[in-house]
C-alpha cells in the first residue's frame, strides 16, 4: 500500500488555527490591540465597521516594523517576543504564540501598513485568505496600521454563527473595555461606523491610582465617580489595587466586574465570589456590585492558560488569596464608612492567614456613639428607626446591636413594647406570614420566614464552628441515592456535615445512608437538605472551607425555618422579633432577602392626608 500521510499546507494549517484563535470579530480586536500595547505605542485607535464583519482596523504609535518582520510577522509561530524557553516563564507581553497574525490573515483580507521610527518609507502588506497578493513602500508616520476586511469571508459555517450586530458589537466592546483597563496610561479610542463611542484619554494625575480612576469614569461613565471606593492591600502572596463601587450602586446587570492579575483581564469565578463575601449583605438579592480589582501576584504562583483566547488562571494558593480578598473589601467598605465591619468573628476558617506586615490591623471604623441609646425613651436620644431619617440604614441598626452588649436583656422589650399603651400583645400575624409589631417611630413588619432563617442561620454558623450541634440518632436509616458528582460533593462535605450533626455512609450505587441528624432537623427534610446543600455548593465555590460551612448553616435554616403558612403564637412571634434583632445582620436573610420593613408614623399620617 502507498505512503497516505502527508502535511498539512500552511494555508489549511493556519485556518485550523484561526479556529481556535478567532472566534469571533472581537478575538480579532483583542489580538490587534494587545500587538499594539506590546509595540509600546502611546495611541491606539480602534476602527469598526458593521459590528466588526466588513472592517476592523487598529491604528497604532508604536515602534513598527522592518519590512522584513512585516512579511514574517504573518508567519507561523513567528513572534518577537519569545526567544528562549525561559522567556515563557517572564513573560510581560501579551502574545507570544505567534500565531495571530497568521490566523488571522488566514480568514480575512488584512491590510498591513507599518513604518519604524529610523526609517524613510514603510512597508504595506496585502494577504488575502494567507496569500500574499502585494507588498510595497509607501510614506506612512510611524507606528502600524492592520486592517482587517471581510472576516470569515472563506469559512461560511463561521460566518453564520456570528451572533446579532448588537451582540458581537457588545462582545467587541468588552475587548476593547478590558485592554483600556488594562492599560490607563495609553489613549484609547474606539470609532464604530462613524460614530465615536469611546475617546479615552490618559488622566493627568500623578497618581497612578488618579488616573485609573479617570480610565473607569471615563468608560463607566460620571455617574460612577463618587462611587468609588479604593482598594489596597499588601501582603506577601498578594498585593490588590483599584476600585470597587459602593453597595449602593450595584446594579441588575452583571458587567462591571474585572480582575486583572499581573496585568492581565482574567475571569475567576472562584475570585468573584470572594468579592461577594466581601460585599455580603449590603447588596440586595439580584443586584451585582461593580468591581475594578488589580492584583500582583509572584508570577510563579499562578498557572495562566496560555491558551489563546481562555481568560482563566490558576492560583496555588486560591484559598489564602480568597480570604485576602474577602477581608480586604469588607475593610474597604468599612474603612471608608460605607458599611460597619460584618464578619463573624467566631468563624475560624476565615482568619486571615497571612500577616499583616509591620501594621496595625486597623478596624474599620463604625461611628458608634457611646452615649447613644437607641432603646431609651425620646427625651434622652431619638429613637432608633428615627435616628437616620425614615430609613433605618444599616450602620444605625448594627451600631445599636454591636452598641448594647449590657442592654441585650432588656432591649428586645424596650424597643417592641415602648408605645403600646394597653396591655394587649405587643405583636400581630398577618395572613400567616408577617409579624407586625410597634416602635417608637411607627411600624414594622417582620417577614416570618426571611426572619427565622437569619436568625437560625447564624446560630447554626456559631454552632458548626464552635459549638457542635446536638444530633439525632434514627430509628431506621434514611436512604437516598444521588448522582455520581454529587457523591463527590458530599465526600468532600463529610467532616463539616458530621461536626453539624449528620452521621452518615455512602454506600454502592451512590445511596446516601443516614444515621443521625441535626437535632433540630425532622426527618421527612433529609433528603430536600442534601439536594440543596448540593445546589449551594454547586453554585458557590469549591474547596473553602467557609463556603462550606456556610453552605450548612444556610441550607439548615432554610429547611427548619417557620414556613410561610404557619401560624404563630404571641410567644413564638415574640421570640422571631427578639431573636432578630439580636442578629449581627438583622436586615436580610443568608439568602439576601429583606427580613423587615418599616413604616413611620409619619408615613402613615401621609396616607391618610391624601
Ligand atoms: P505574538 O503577538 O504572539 O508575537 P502575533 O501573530 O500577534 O504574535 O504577532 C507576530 C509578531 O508581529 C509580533 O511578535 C510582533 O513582533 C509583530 N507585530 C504584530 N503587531 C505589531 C504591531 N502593532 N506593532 C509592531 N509589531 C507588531
Ligand atoms: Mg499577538
Redesign the pocket.
Known sequence: MSDIIQLLPDVVANQIAAGEVVQRPASVVK??L???V??K?TDIKLIIVDAGRSLIQ?I?N????SQT?AR???ERH?????KTADDLFNLF????????????AAIAHVTLK?KQENQELGTQIQINGGEIISQELISKPT??S?EVKNLFYNIPARRNFLKSNTIETRHIIDAFQRVALTYPNINFSLIHNDNEIFRLPTGNSKLESGNLKQRIVNVFGKKIDEKLVPIHEETEILKIGGFIAKPNYAKKKRGEQFFFVNGRFIKSHYLHHAVLGGFENLIPHGYHPSYFLYLTVPPKSIDINIH?TKTEVKFDNEKDLYAIIRSTIKHSLGQYNVAPVLDFEKNPSLDTPYEYKNKDINSPLVNINPEFNPFKNEENSKSFFQKKDLNPSWESLYASVENSETEKDNTSQNLFDADIENSGNSTFQIHQKYILSTIRSGIVLIDQNAAHQRILYEDFLKKITVVGIGKQQLLFPKEFSVNKNDTQIILDLKSDLENAGFQFDILKNEIVSVKAIPASLKEDQIINLFEMLIDNIKNEVPNSNFSQFDSIAKSLAKSTAIKKGTKLSIKEQEEIVNNLFLCKEPNFSPFGKKTFITITTKELEDKFNF
Do not use: C, W
Not at 508604536?62 to 516594523?65: A, R, V
Not at 513567528?78 to 519569545?82: E, G, L, M, V, Y
Not at 507581553?93 to 488571522?104: P, Q, T
Open positions: 489580538e490587534l494587545e500587538n499594539a506590546d509595540a505605542a487598529v497604532d508604536g515602534s513598527g516594523m518582520d514574517m510577522s504573518f513567528a513572534t518577537s517576543k519569545i507581553s501579551n502574545g507570544f504564540r505567534g500565531e495571530a497574525l497568521a490566523s488571522i507599518t507606528g502600524t492592520i489563546p
